[in-house]
């Protein structure tokens, strides 16, 4: 395994580039501009990118061992690392670098503190900042790590590449919901067809659009020209009522973010549960909304809204997996996350 740094924006063009050189498989994450290569011999792979000529790619790390994060022990997680560093290690000076993506407990110069003291006890290697013989590159991705142990020259750095495609912002605060989503469940998002519906302006479609394979965005309101313009972007112009299910044909994933009361958007989902494959994947949004014409919402509070919407999802026949709180959600909204 290779841990790939890319130009932001570039992606699928790296993708192909380091196919291209290395004949391996190349895949995603769900953070900008970092890729696995799935590399048996990783060095070998890197040795080799370096002789040709590389456009996106920044950054490879070779990777000698992988493993979870113990959110609850984490003490056992730096020992972890910590042992299975040591073997090469024997009589030699080190120095741990970190990289960390996704949201933790702890941040990346805690890392490098406790995993270097830990192979310090272990080992007996010296730390040497300066000039070590290895470096532990540890590079965290959400719940995942990824440890190198090489020498500086084994992995491939270039600096200065200046290629941007787009903006790093996001498009809208409603982009940085799914974001979250994505940060804290990579592993469980498909990555072919997605139905999003309530797709305007565009920020969960343009989100969706980097790993998806294609994206059906519905939207009674325009999407911003620049995302109907994304080659695997599809957008249908009507409300998500008048959307006949042959219009669509088959998904791996309902995205939902409209602003409707939130039994009549649940009911928009369900609507759509008959073209989700088996085991495929909903992002709903939750809100809590004034009925029109009134000033009072249906029910009390975002919680009885959301015990709600679970239960018409259960009765269809969905599984719950989370409903979130996140960053991004206003008091009044909850992201639920279910599955066929
Ligand atoms: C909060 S915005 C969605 C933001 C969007 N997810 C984004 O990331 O840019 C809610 C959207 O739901 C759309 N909407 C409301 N009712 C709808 C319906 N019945 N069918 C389709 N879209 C609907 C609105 O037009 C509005 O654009």
Redesign the pocket.
């Known amino acids: 395994m290779i841990v790939a740094t890319v130009i932001s924006g570039f992606e699928r063009e790296a993708i192909r580039e380091l196919e291209e050189i290395t004949k391996d498989e190349v895949k995603t994450t769900y953070f900008r501009g970092l890729l696995l290569i799935k590399s048996k011999n990783p060095r070998e792979k890197i040795k080799k990118i370096k002789e040709d000529d590389t456009k996106f790619l920044v950054r490879a790390i070779p990777i000698d061992y992988i493993g979870n994060i113990y959110s609850e022990d984490l003490e056992r997680y730096f020992e972890d690392i910590a042992k299975k560093s040591c073997d090469l290690l024997k009589n030699k000076s080190f120095r741990v670098r970190c990289r960390r993506r996704g949201s933790h407990s702890f941040n990346s110069v805690d890392v490098e503190r406790e995993v270097g003291r830990t192979i310090k006890n272990i080992s007996g290697a010296k730390v040497d900042l300066v000039r070590p013989d290895l470096i532990v590159f540890v590079e965290i991705i959400q719940d995942k790590v990824y440890v190198g142990v090489c020498r500086e020259e084994e992995i491939f750095y270039q600096k200065g590449r200046r290629l941007k495609r787009y903006d790093e912002r996001p498009?809208?605060r409603?982009?940085r919901k799914l974001e979250e989503v994505f940060e804290i469940y990579e592993d469980w998002i498909p990555r072919k067809r997605v139905l999003d519906?309530?797709?305007?302006?565009?920020?969960?479609t343009k989100a969706l659009a980097r790993y998806a394979e294609e994206v059906i965005a519905?939207?009674?309101?325009p999407l911003k020209p620049s995302i109907v313009k994304l080659p695997n972007v599809r957008f249908i112009q009507k409300?998500?009522?008048d959307l006949r299910l042959d219009e669509i044909g088959e998904i791996d994933m309902i995205t939902n973010?409209?602003?409707?009361l939130h039994k009549e958007s649940a009911g928009?989902t369900l609507k759509f549960r008959d073209c989700l494959v088996g085991g495929g994947r909903i992002i709903h949004t939750t809100k809590l909304a004034i009925v029109p014409g009134t000033d009072r919402f249906p029910v009390e509070n975002i919680d009885l809204a959301v015990n709600e919407v679970e239960d018409m999802f259960s009765k269809s026949g969905l599984n719950i997996k989370d409903v979130l709180s996140l960053r991004s959600n206003t008091k009044n909204e909850r992201t639920i996350l279910a599955e066929k």
């Open positions: 498009l809208n409603a982009m519906i309530g797709a305007s302006p565009g920020g969960w519905v939207d009674s309101a409300r998500a009522e973010d409209v602003n409707l928009l």
